[in-house]
Every structure is written in C-alpha cells, then in structure tokens.
C-alpha cells in the first residue's frame, strides 16, 4: 500500500512511496505528529539521480523488518533535496560541522521540534569498514531517545545555538578592486592542476564558475595565464571521460584527477553552465573543439532534457539497466573493444577502441572503458553507427521535475549559443522554457514557485537562486531576441530579491523574509554545483541596472559584491561566479544599443557584433531607433538613415558607429 509520497510530485519521493516505511513528505503536520507520539523525527534527504541514495533505499527502506522499526519508533520524513535546498541546506551544514563530511543521502534526526541531534550519510545494512548499520544506528537513537532524554535535548540545542553563531555578516561591503581580483587569480593559479587541468585532487568537478571568471580576467586584463587555465581546463574535459563523446553533455564529475571515470549521471545545472562556459571560450579564441562541445550540449539539452510542457528536466540517472535486468552505473555510455567491433567490424572496431581509449583491461568495471577522445576526432559514421546502437540499450531514468532556476541556466546558454552560431530553433527551446516559468512558476505577484512536474506546480516556494537564475535567463533572451518584455519580467523578480531577500548591510540569505522558518536561515555566498544565489543574484542585479540605470538595483549589486572582496582572494575556486560579476563591474559593464529598422542586415551584423562581445557582462538592446521596448534605445537615432551602435560605459558613451569593425574597436577598449 503506498504511503504519503504518492501524492507528491517529486520523482525522487515518488520512487519511495511504495516503501513499507511510512514515509511523511516535509511538513508541519510530520512534525505534530512525532510532538503527539513524543518520538524523534527521522530526516532523510537525497534525489533522483543520486547512486547511493538508491542502494540504501533498496538495501533498509524496502526492507519489511528495517521499515517496521522504523515507523514504530519514528516519524520518518522524506525530502528531495533539489525541491527543498533550504532545508537541505540548514541540515547538511550541521552534518558537516558535526562529522568534517557531507554528501547524500543524508540521514539525520531530529527532535519534534526540528533541532538535529544525531548525523549521518549512507549507513549500510550491516556493519562494514567501521561503519554501523542503519539498523544499529536506529536502535541507538531510539535507546539514547528514550533513556537519556535530558542529554538528547542538550545536545540538540547546543547544535542550533553553534549554527546561529555562525551567521555571515560583514560591516561596510566593498566592492572587490583590481588587487582582489589579481589575488584571487593567483590563488586558483595556486590549485590549478598543470598535469591535467582543472583544479584541486579527485574527485574533480566542472568549474564553470571559475572558467567563466578566467575567460572575463582575461578579456578584461590580457592575462595569458587566466585564458591558459580556462582553455586547458575546458579541453580536458571535454576529451576526458565526463564528456559523452557519442551523446553530447557532461557527467556529473570525474571521480579520478585526469578526468577518466566519471560519475554518471548527467544534471541540467552543470550541462547548461558548461553549455555557455564552451561557447564563450570559442568566442574568445574560435576553437573548434569549444564550439562542437558548446553545441552538442546544446542540442542534448534541448533534445535529451526537453519535456512535453517545453521545460527542462532536471537529470539523467547514472544506474540503467545492463541488459540482464540489474541495474549497473555506467552501463548505457560503456563498452568494450568487442562491443566496438560488433557494431563497426573488425578493422574500423579496432581503430574505434585506439581512438576511444577503449581497453581489454578496462578503464572502468568489469573490462569495460569509458569512451574518451585523447587525439584525433573520430568520423561522423563512426559516431552515428556506435549511437544506434547505444539506443538500443535500457536507458537511465529521467528525472522529468523542471527546477526554475537550473531552467534559468539553461534558457542563458541556449538563447546564447542559438544566437552565436545562427540556430534559431535553439532560441526557441530557450523561449518556450522561459514562456513556461512565467506561465506556471510565477504568480501575478512575480513570486516563484521552485518546482513543476507534468505541467503541475509543485508547493515548493522559489529560493533566492530561482529568483538570481530565473532572471539571469530572462535577461540573456533579452539581449538576443530585442524582446523587452524579458527585461521587464527580470525586473520583476529582482524586484522581489530586493524586498524579500536583502538582510543588514547588503547580504543576501538563501530564502524569503516571508519563507518557512526553519532552525537557521540559510545564507551561503559560496558555489557548488551551481552559483550560490547570493552572487548569481549580483549579477542579474548589475545586468539590470546596466539596461536600466537604476540606481537601487546597482547598489544592491555592489554592496552584495562585498562577501567577494572578502572570499574572493582568500577562496576564489569557491566564489568563481561573484568574480565573474566582480569583473563585470569593474568593466562598467558596458551599455551596448544597437538601432535599426526591422530586417535590415546592418542591424543584424552589428547586433550579432555586440553578443560577440567578450567584454564582462556587456549587456545589449537591439530595436527600432527609439523605441521604447528597451530603456538603453529612447534617443538613439539611425545615423545616415542606417543601423547604428551605441556603446556606452560608466556613463560616458562613445561615438555611436555603423560598421562592425568599429563597434569591436569600441568593445575591445581600442
């Protein structure tokens, strides 16, 4: 008989609603309950795609006697932690103070009162490497639960008086200056790997953020050694083995330094950051490798992640089934060199395998190799016939939940690179996602809903990266399509950031004034997976106020960018996106109006000009001469009865120009 999940939309809480524990979705009334029975709360927390999180739900939540306990001595609650990353948020920052790690899934329990006193991750069925069993773990926190009460609460309270003293403030936010961002550059150039690129040790994952900062360094400075780490970086990804070399897209991260095995699942955040990363790399050098790699995750995104609403969903699994009705991770991208030859022949088989890295050993499990690209490309037949017949194969699970700031991403990199390299029905993809969020996730009041599935909007309420990304999305479809009504929405929800999310001195916290409380307000100025609100909030915030000229949105932005010059040259591979805004404002960001009539090609050549632009942040409004659709083209007349550009920075403004060459001679600072 399913429990209280079958009512949700969350596909992650979906697949636990057949569980024999009575799982509880987040909620007060889960909490009431474990207040009226007097038993602690059990919080487990992961999502869809996580490998882990489907081994211990297999192993001790679909298992009758674990499951029996548990709702005997607990209220076990469930929570995805991609509809809820506040909550996810709060508690996985008490786990990691508590034990030095985190990660999912997350076990954690809690009093009634939602004070956690007792931590964990993944625990296994039966002991193993040091590890007790979940049951063990049950039956302990059931033990000290009910026979020593007293240290249970004192324990408990010690815990959110320690989370509430690490609140983040600073006094007098300061914009970052040109020594903090040389200083953070010097301090990624300290944790930059130069044998294989990227940064930090294994497990290595995508910094898109910290890219995207080196390649506006470099625009911005000349600094050979910024485009160098960002170029080498983005190459060895994509030739690695996080890069599907047949599909397109990236997987999750790799679990080893020289990018070989990654993790396999594949997640709309890290696809649409790199999606964008690759294709302003090939903007700042033209490289061929940039530009296949930017469209391909394009086209994997709009195809792949596409749902039937025009969002995108949230992941691909990394488990599918491995053709005997087990499901393996990995199994849909692997092969062996006999899995080649069987599909190519012998000869073409066995030049597939040199190129592919493909081993009789294996460079994964059980002989087989993840598909890497170390030298020359591989032909167009060769592809298209080892793609058939992966499509023949299960395929992972999709995750089909539309996440409106992941979505936010995505609609910036597709309306980018549809607009880059002339593919208009990339725009198109990017438009209906964003046509989808206004209709469905926003409400009269602009507020935002965080989640939607199969055209139905979830319960959950937009966190300020919703907000940040969601407007981010806007405001490149903006620029590319002279629509203006994308400007005004995105002023709409920064708005919202303003009223709703700006705390003393100009922080900014993860959830609304008006959002559910829980034990501590989640406030995190630093990446992960995708830009920590705070900053990508900053961003959206300057964009804005560089179409606008709005002083309140431009002061937000600045006085935001203070936890920058705080972070920045002390942590930059954690704060890449505020130094990407960072390098924006101290750009101006550049104001650039391109006017013309409808149609004309010398529009068209010098609004495709100004998007090529790698000045940081450049924003662009291309119309009629004087049109009100865009703030940036009231006064600005054709010249000579011609299209004509306007560039405009710090609020000094050039000569207004008709030929391209002269708008990049403008752009470039010449």
Not at 6 to 35: C, G, I, K, M
Not at 539 to 559: D, I, P, V
Request: charged letters at 25%.
């Amino acid at each position: 008989m399913p429990n209280r999940l079958a009512h949700e939309t969350s596909p992650y809480l979906l697949q636990h609603a057949d569980n024999p524990v009575d799982w509880w979705p987040w909620s007060p009334e889960a909490f009431e309950e474990a207040r009226r029975r007097g038993v602690p709360v059990l919080l487990s927390v992961g999502y869809s795609s996580c490998h882990w999180c489907h081994v211990m739900a297999h192993e001790s939540f679909e298992d009758q006697i674990t499951a029996a306990y548990t709702n005997e001595h607990f209220v076990a609650v469930k929570v995805d932690r991609e509809e809820r990353p506040d909550v996810d948020a709060v508690y996985m920052e008490a786990v990691q103070a508590a034990t030095g790690q985190g990660g999912w899934p997350m076990t954690v329990f809690l009093t009634p009162d939602a004070q956690p006193f007792y931590f964990g991750t993944y625990f296994p069925p039966a002991p193993r490497h040091g590890m007790p069993s979940f049951r063990q773990v049950l039956e302990g926190v059931n033990s000290a639960w009910t026979d020593r009460r007293g240290e249970v609460d004192e324990v408990a309270g010690k815990i959110v008086q320690d989370l509430a003293a690490r609140s983040l403030a600073y006094d007098s936010p300061e914009m970052p200056g040109e020594e903090d961002l040389a200083q953070a550059l010097l301090g990624l150039t300290r944790e930059y790997d130069a044998k294989s690129a990227g940064f930090g040790g294994a497990p290595k994952f995508p910094p898109s953020m910290a890219v995207e900062f080196l390649l506006r360094h470099y625009a911005r400075t000349g600094s050979e050694g910024a485009l160098q780490m960002a170029a080498d970086t983005c190459e060895a990804m994509a030739r690695g083995g996080m890069y599907d070399q047949l599909g397109g897209g990236f997987a999750r991260y790799s679990v080893d330094r020289e990018w070989v095995v990654p993790h396999f699942e594949k997640m709309l955040y890290d696809n649409a950051l790199l999606c964008r990363v690759y294709a302003h790399l090939w903007r700042t050098t033209g490289s061929d490798l940039a530009r296949r790699v930017a469209l391909e995750t394009a086209d994997f995104i709009a195809t792949e992640l596409r749902t039937a609403e025009g969002g995108f969903a949230s992941a691909l699994d990394a488990d599918s089934d491995d053709g005997t009705g087990k499901n393996v991770e990995g199994a849909f991208y692997v092969w062996t060199p006999a899995q080649l030859r069987e599909v190519l022949g012998e000869e073409e088989g066995e030049r597939a395998a040199g190129l592919f890295g493909v081993t009789e050993e294996g460079t994964f499990e059980e002989g087989a190799s993840v598909l890497q690209l170390p030298g020359e490309e591989v032909g167009a037949d060769v592809r298209a016939k080892l793609l058939a017949a992966r499509a023949l194969r299960p395929a992972p699970g999709r995750d089909d939940k539309v996440v409106a700031a992941w979505n936010g991403l995505a609609i910036a990199a597709l309306a980018e690179v549809g607009a880059y390299f002339e593919r208009p029905d990339l725009i198109e993809r990017a438009t209906e996602a964003a046509d989808l969020l206004v209709r469905l996730h926003m409400d009269a009041g602009a507020r935002i809903s965080r989640t939607s599935k199969d055209g139905q909007v979830g319960a959950n309420a937009g966190v300020l990266e919703d907000y940040a990304d969601v407007a981010e999305g806007f405001l490149a479809l903006a620029s590319v399509t002279g629509e203006g009504v994308w400007l005004e929405f995105a002023g709409f929800l920064l708005d919202l950031v303003i009223d709703q999310f700006v705390g003393e001195n100009g922080t900014l916290y993860d959830t609304a004034h008006d959002a559910e409380k829980l034990i501590r307000r989640p406030q995190d100025p630093t990446d992960n997976a995708t830009p920590s609100g705070w900053t990508a909030a900053a961003n959206a915030l300057l964009s804005y106020a560089a179409h606008t000229g709005s002083e309140a949105h431009r002061t937000a932005a600045e006085r935001a960018l203070g936890v920058v010059k705080a972070l920045g040259p002390r942590a930059p591979r954690f704060i890449g996106w505020g130094l990407a805004a960072a390098e924006a404002a101290l750009d101006g960001p550049r104001e650039v109006a391109v006017v013309g009539a409808e149609g004309d090609a010398g529009r068209r050549e010098l609004h495709r000009t100004a998007l090529l632009s790698t000045a940081p942040g450049a924003v662009v409004a291309v119309g009629e001469p004087d049109s009100e659709e865009f703030p940036l083209l009231v006064g600005r007349p054709l010249i000579d009865e011609g299209a004509a550009a306007y560039v405009c920075r710090n609020f000094v403004c050039s000569t207004p120009v008709r030929h391209p060459d002269d708008l990049v001679r403008q752009l470039s600072g010449e």
